[in-house]
């Protein structure tokens, strides 16, 4: 019999993540991590359990069957066994109640994110409607719609799974999914005065969820982004079939392949407006930026998954007469992504607490500048940040990384839709610079890297760190004031510029939490793992020399 090399093993999610464990001990007073904390096993269990039953089992895909036997159109759409598991559990865990009136009280998103985060890569990305569902929530309430509210908002917040219901976001066409400008589905009032869509939904994740938050046009409102409205749908009758809509087809993706996403056609689908008969996009913003959010704890997810299937691995494999745990190259790898991974972690849960906060009206005012800058700070960041990590924890594998049944190849694929829906990089960084505007979230950002580092600074061991953030960030503040708002200049350096304001706030709250830990834990990790974010450089600004880029990108002299 030749040698057989074992395969990466997976133990429970929550006992193992060191990270993730600190960081509650940390945030949480004991009683509340006492109450939160059988989820957490639970779900760790469940993340470690999910992973050895997917290598076992062929993925399957949802099915779209368009007609029945007789004729009918019916759009059938089968959903995979392990979606269909991941809803039960998101309702009785209540991955998304559990953000809503938390016994925690604004600490009810730390709770929620971090079941979010261990369950993720186990969900068979039900983390997708999900996140949808929680941003109609805050959609809703922010409009202040009474009856909409008290419709849908029991059926989100459900924790049973008989009337859980999760909700889709219809905004992309195919004029465009990050302009939503030139929107072409019509809103008309029919001869009872109900409203009804017409028009082609592109790309509508989740596509058989209970209810869809849509933007049209009303019917003679004008052009551009501005008139558009935004509109509920509840798109099956209670039978299964569908209000006057059909399903083209489902994506044939890169990943998330057990997500149904579909081209979907609307032809008078009944709806209702959410609020004014315009300004959709300020309405549908609040959706955004939650989904935004779970992004990010999704990305962080991804990285970790990663990361501690290649850390264990590195443990079982043998090469050149030593395990490759024990090889400096491939310790020097291994360490640099548990240094990323462990600052992005660190950016997303101090934005996490900001919402919360924000959400139970207990923030300070500065606040709320500050988490709408975040925002798309920590998706723009982690989206990009997870398919590198992925992308490199593959190769730790070798050429095992590359085979599609060790489970490794759709890490990748699913990490790579990250940095592409619900805002692409650069229309984020695009966003960083409308979150700007006005001055209040820098000043805001300001503070609170000062803050961050007020803590850090007397640490044994972080004091070249802190003084290595605070000479990054300077000069990321400089290059902010040398562009004018709304000059080329600033927006050719938007990408950059938001990086840099990520990471040098993320270094912050890492080098803040690894001053904590060396005091109060005794361990070393953190701040290990802060000097070497640190060194590994925040801010790749540069002064761009002359027309460099137009003539490189469209390649003329
Ligand atoms: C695993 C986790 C998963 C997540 C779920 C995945 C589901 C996947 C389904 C999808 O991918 S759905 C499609 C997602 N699509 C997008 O995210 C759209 C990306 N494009 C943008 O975000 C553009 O920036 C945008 C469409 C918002 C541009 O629209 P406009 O109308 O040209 O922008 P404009 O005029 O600057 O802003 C209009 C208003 O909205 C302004 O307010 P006022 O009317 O009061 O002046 C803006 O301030 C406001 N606004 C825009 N973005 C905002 C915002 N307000 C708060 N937060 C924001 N992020």
Redesign the pocket.
């Known amino acids: 019999m030749s040698f057989v090399q074992p395969a990466a093993e997976l133990g429970n999610q929550y006992r193992d993540d060191r990270v993730l464990r600190s960081y509650l001990k940390r945030t949480l007073a004991a009683d509340s991590l006492r109450m939160i904390e059988q989820d957490l096993h639970w779900l760790g269990e469940h993340a470690a359990v999910a992973w050895q039953r997917e290598l076992r089992r062929s993925r399957s895909e949802p099915v779209h069957t368009p007609w029945d036997p007789t004729g009918t159109r019916v759009d059938r759409i089968e959903l995979t066994p392990a979606w269909q598991e991941s809803r039960t559990i998101a309702a009785e865990r209540g991955l998304v109640a559990a953000a809503y009136g938390s016994p925690l009280g604004d600490q009810g998103r730390v709770h929620q994110f971090a079941m979010v985060y261990l369950h993720?890569v186990a969900s068979a990305?039900f983390?997708?409607?999900l996140?949808?569902t929680d941003?109609a929530a805050t959609c809703l309430t922010a409009s202040g719609n009474k009856r909409l509210i008290e419709r849908a908002l029991p059926h989100y917040l459900s924790r049973d799974p008989a009337t859980f219901w999760i909700s889709?976001?219809?905004?992309?066409e195919t004029t465009g999914?990050?302009?939503?400008?030139a929107t072409e589905t019509l809103a008309r009032a029919d001869e009872h005065g109900r409203w009804r869509l017409y028009g082609r939904k592109w790309?509508?994740?989740?596509v058989h969820a209970d209810t869809a938050l849509a933007l049209a046009r009303p019917e003679g409102a004008g052009p551009?982004?501005?008139a558009l409205a935004l509109f509920y749908l509840e798109p099956r009758r209670p039978d299964g079939l569908w209000r006057d809509i059909e399903i083209h087809r489902l994506k044939p993706k890169l990943g998330t392949r057990e997500l149904p996403?579909a081209e979907t056609q609307l032809k008078g689908a009944p709806a209702e407006p959410v609020g004014d008969l315009a300004?959709g996009?300020?309405s549908i913003?609040?959706m955004?930026?939650i989904?935004?959010c779970?992004?990010a704890?999704?990305a962080i997810a991804t990285m970790r998954r990663g990361i501690a299937l290649a850390r264990d691995y590195a443990n079982r494999r043998v090469v050149f007469g030593r395990p490759l745990a024990e090889q400096p190259l491939h310790q020097e790898t291994l360490a640099n992504l548990q240094a990323e991974f462990e600052a992005a972690f660190h950016l997303v849960f101090y934005t996490a607490e900001r919402l919360g906060q924000v959400q139970a009206g207990t923030a300070a005012p500065a606040q709320v500048p500050l988490l709408?800058l975040l925002?798309?700070l920590v998706k723009l960041w982690t989206g990009k940040l997870a398919v590198a990590i992925s992308s490199e924890v593959l190769e730790c594998f070798g050429g095992a990384g590359y085979i599609e049944d060790t489970g490794l190849p759709a890490l990748l694929r699913d990490a790579q839709v990250?940095p592409?829906?619900?805002?692409?990089t650069n229309?984020?960084s695009?966003?960083t610079l409308?979150?700007l505007r006005g001055g209040a979230a820098l000043d805001a950002w300001q503070e609170a890297q000062q803050a961050l580092l007020a803590e850090a600074e007397a640490s044994p061991g972080l004091a070249a760190a802190v003084r290595a953030v605070r000479d990054d960030s300077q000069w990321l503040l400089q290059w902010l004031q040398s562009h004018a708002p709304d000059s080329p200049g600033l927006e050719s350096g938007a990408r950059e510029l938001a990086l840099g304001l990520a990471r040098c706030l993320a270094a912050s709250a890492l080098l803040r939490h690894a001053a904590w830990s060396l005091r109060v834990e005794g361990d070393p990790r953190a701040a290990a793992a802060a000097r070497r974010f640190v060194a590994g450089g925040l801010v790749r600004l540069v002064e761009k020399h002359g027309d460099d880029a137009r003539i490189l990108a469209h390649d003329v002299a």
Request: charge should be neutral; aromatic fraction near 8%.
């Open positions: 993720h990305i983390t997708c409607p996140a949808m941003g889709g976001q219809w905004m992309t999914g990050s302009d939503v400008s790309f509508t994740s989740a551009g982004a501005d996403s300004h996009v300020r913003a609040p955004l930026n989904t935004r779970w992004n704890v999704c709408r925002t798309p990250l592409i829906w619900e805002g692409t229309v984020l695009l966003d409308r979150a």
